[in-house]
């Protein structure tokens, strides 16, 4: 269970840690935690209304961490996966008394049911690399021996291209999403790069638009517009208007694509290309849980050809797909054959071998990735939301001291959390730590601060300032008088004061 909940730790709050009990806590240590914290941020007590609007957020994160603590239910999903399990659609019809393997059973289920949902929605970050490698001289090598050139027996295998895109999708609004997209590539010494901007707005049930700003090197400045639009429940047409600047002038394009759905698997599709490349195309390609397959048939100038290609996918956990095409034109014939697996979770591994006339032999590789979100924001929010909890102890942070402090009871000098750089070899390690003095205060009751087995950044006023690396929480505190010190790893229990603690002055 501990495993999972760490896992979560950057994207959710730790409930247990939040409270300060244990993994292990009783109903009545739940309870009590959160009267504490209730009435440490009551929105009453404060008139300024920006920290009346931060302690009414943390008064309400604090009674969700008891509403899912203190059922049996809930808690149980929550030491399982995290509040991630809580979120899932469903649990409202499941059966309350399950065992734990019974709810991982049944959240795996929800799990695959909301991931079938959503798949269609999904707007992640994606890039493509592929690179071309020419192995000609392997199959059809010169006739010619040159003896007095050194290594001339051995094929020569060449890089003679590459290609990298990247693009992303961001949502604006309901109806409104912005594109950014770009790519550099090269062949045989040759190469050029572009980057387009596109705005995206969904004008009703049945269509859409599109505007399309880009520029390259090679082509120069395009402007765009795009419409999609339904017109039956099984026939959609697209158009795309583009003007290209170059140095020989503008060039207008025009694209229309009427296409069919001739059943749930296949589509038929028939194109009209003028302008740029002008061409008509026609073709069908069928979908299914277990292959892909496409055959086309394209007249236009510079180039005709017929095409069909077949894709088998492999039902493995690595998504194994294998694939076969034969292209005919009157630039040649190619065939090409290859495969691609995953091999991360982010991340597709493929190849393909290309042999045409006259082209010769060429090896090609691609990966395709999905780029990771970055976690800076949930830090700097989590660095916020400390920061807010922080100036709504202050008050009772000074009614504590001013207690403790009337019966030489315990006072937090100094304390910091994070990572400390203690071996001399690494001093070009830079020591990320965080103050957490007045925090730890307000944890003080009775002359004791007890810390539960946990990390000690969910607790309130806390954050990770240096995720994924080792920290630790060091105390400087007074005690009876006498200072006191002490470095506990983070996810260690601590209970203060301590005789141990004690620093020696008599030296």
Request: charged letters at 30%; glycine letters at 8%; a neutral charge.
């Given at each position: 269970?501990?495993?999972?909940?760490?896992?979560?730790?950057?994207?959710?709050?730790?409930?247990?840690?939040?409270l300060?009990?244990r993994r292990?806590a009783?109903?009545?240590e739940?309870?009590?935690?959160?009267?504490?914290l209730?009435?440490?941020?009551?929105?009453?007590?404060?008139?300024?209304p920006?920290?009346?609007?931060?302690?009414?957020?943390?008064?309400?994160?604090v009674?969700?961490?008891?509403?899912?603590?203190s059922?049996?239910?809930?808690?149980?999903?929550?030491?399982?996966?995290?509040?991630r399990?809580?979120?899932?659609?469903?649990?409202?019809?499941?059966?309350r008394?399950?065992?734990?393997?019974?709810?991982?059973?049944?959240?795996?289920?929800l799990?695959r049911?909301?991931?079938?949902?959503?798949?269609?929605?999904?707007?992640?970050?994606?890039?493509?690399?592929?690179?071309?490698?020419?192995?000609?001289?392997?199959?059809?090598?010169?006739?010619?021996?040159?003896?007095?050139v050194?290594?001339?027996?051995?094929?020569?295998?060449?890089?003679?291209?590459?290609?990298?895109s990247q693009?992303i999708e961001?949502?604006?609004?309901?109806?409104?999403?912005?594109?950014?997209?770009?790519?550099?590539?090269?062949?045989?010494?040759?190469g050029?790069?572009?980057?387009?901007?596109?705005l995206?707005?969904v004008?009703?049930?049945?269509?859409?638009?599109?505007?399309e700003f880009?520029?390259?090197?090679?082509?120069?400045?395009?402007?765009?517009l795009?419409?999609?639009?339904?017109?039956t429940?099984?026939?959609?047409?697209t158009?795309?208007?583009?003007?290209?600047?170059?140095?020989?002038?503008v060039?207008?394009?025009?694209?229309?694509?009427?296409?069919?759905?001739?059943d749930?698997?296949?589509?038929?599709?028939?194109?009209?290309r003028?302008?740029?490349q002008s061409a008509m195309?026609?073709?069908?390609?069928?979908?299914?849980?277990?292959?892909?397959?496409?055959?086309?048939l394209?007249?236009?100038?510079?180039?005709?050809?017929a095409?069909?290609?077949?894709q088998?996918?492999?039902?493995d956990d690595?998504?194994?797909?294998?694939?076969?095409?034969?292209?005919?034109?009157?630039?040649?014939?190619?065939?090409?054959?290859g495969?691609?697996?995953?091999?991360?979770?982010?991340?597709?591994?493929?190849?393909?071998?290309?042999?045409?006339?006259?082209?010769?032999?060429?090896l090609?590789?691609?990966?395709?990735?999905?780029?990771?979100?970055?976690?800076?924001?949930d830090?700097?929010?989590k660095?916020?939301?400390?920061?807010?909890?922080?100036?709504?102890?202050?008050e009772?942070v000074?009614r504590?001291?001013?207690?403790e402090?009337?019966?030489?009871g315990?006072i937090?000098?100094?304390a910091?959390?994070g990572?400390?750089v203690?071996?001399?070899?690494?001093?070009?390690?830079?020591?990320k730590?965080?103050?957490?003095?007045?925090?730890?205060?307000?944890l003080?009751?009775?002359?004791?601060?007890?810390?539960?087995?946990?990390?000690?950044?969910?607790?309130?006023?806390f954050?990770?300032?240096?995720?994924?690396?080792?920290?630790?929480l060091?105390?400087?505190?007074?005690?009876?008088?006498v200072?006191?010190?002490?470095?506990?790893q983070?996810?260690?229990?601590?209970?203060i004061?301590?005789q141990?603690?004690?620093?020696?002055t008599?030296g």
């Amino acid at each position: 269970m501990a495993t999972a909940l760490s896992e979560e730790e950057l994207d959710n709050e730790d409930y247990y840690s939040l409270l300060n009990v244990r993994r292990e806590a009783s109903s009545e240590e739940l309870k009590a935690a959160y009267r504490r914290l209730c009435m440490l941020y009551h929105p009453d007590k404060h008139r300024d209304p920006e920290l009346k609007s931060q302690a009414e957020r943390l008064f309400n994160l604090v009674h969700q961490a008891y509403e899912v603590l203190s059922d049996p239910q809930t808690r149980a999903i929550y030491d399982i996966y995290g509040k991630r399990g809580l979120e899932m659609e469903g649990w409202e019809v499941v059966e309350r008394r399950r065992t734990p393997a019974e709810i991982r059973e049944e959240f795996e289920r929800l799990q695959r049911e909301r991931e079938e949902r959503r798949l269609q929605q999904r707007t992640n970050p994606k890039g493509t690399i592929s690179v071309g490698i020419d192995a000609t001289d392997l199959f059809d090598r010169y006739e010619e021996e040159y003896e007095d050139v050194s290594g001339s027996s051995f094929p020569q295998i060449e890089i003679n291209k590459m290609h990298i895109s990247q693009s992303i999708e961001a949502p604006l609004t309901a109806t409104d999403t912005a594109i950014l997209s770009g790519s550099l590539s090269t062949q045989n010494g040759n190469g050029g790069g572009s980057i387009n901007f596109a705005l995206r707005r969904v004008t009703s049930a049945k269509g859409w638009g599109e505007l399309e700003f880009g520029a390259g090197d090679l082509q120069g400045p395009l402007f765009g517009l795009k419409l999609f639009r339904n017109l039956t429940p099984r026939c959609f047409v697209t158009t795309n208007c583009a003007l290209q600047f170059s140095s020989r002038g503008v060039r207008p394009g025009l694209t229309t694509v009427l296409a069919r759905n001739l059943d749930k698997n296949t589509v038929g599709y028939l194109q009209w290309r003028w302008g740029i490349q002008s061409a008509m195309n026609t073709s069908i390609v069928r979908d299914t849980k277990t292959s892909h397959f496409t055959v086309a048939l394209q007249l236009g100038i510079p180039h005709s050809f017929a095409l069909i290609s077949y894709q088998h996918k492999f039902q493995d956990d690595d998504q194994t797909r294998v694939k076969g095409s034969l292209k005919a034109g009157f630039f040649g014939t190619v065939v090409e054959y290859g495969a691609e697996r995953k091999i991360s979770r982010h991340s597709v591994l493929g190849a393909a071998v290309s042999i045409g006339v006259p082209q010769g032999v060429s090896l090609k590789v691609k990966e395709l990735e999905k780029q990771r979100e970055s976690t800076a924001t949930d830090i700097l929010q989590k660095k916020q939301e400390a920061e807010a909890a922080v100036r709504l102890m202050q008050e009772s942070v000074r009614r504590i001291i001013e207690a403790e402090e009337s019966r030489m009871g315990l006072i937090i000098v100094n304390a910091w959390y994070g990572k400390f750089v203690n071996d001399k070899s690494k001093k070009s390690e830079k020591v990320k730590v965080i103050d957490v003095t007045v925090p730890l205060q307000c944890l003080v009751k009775d002359s004791k601060l007890i810390l539960t087995e946990a990390s000690k950044a969910g607790l309130p006023g806390f954050y990770d300032p240096c995720v994924g690396e080792e920290k630790s929480l060091k105390v400087l505190y007074q005690f009876r008088g006498v200072l006191h010190q002490v470095m506990a790893q983070d996810g260690e229990a601590l209970r203060i004061p301590k005789q141990s603690h004690r620093i020696d002055t008599d030296g």
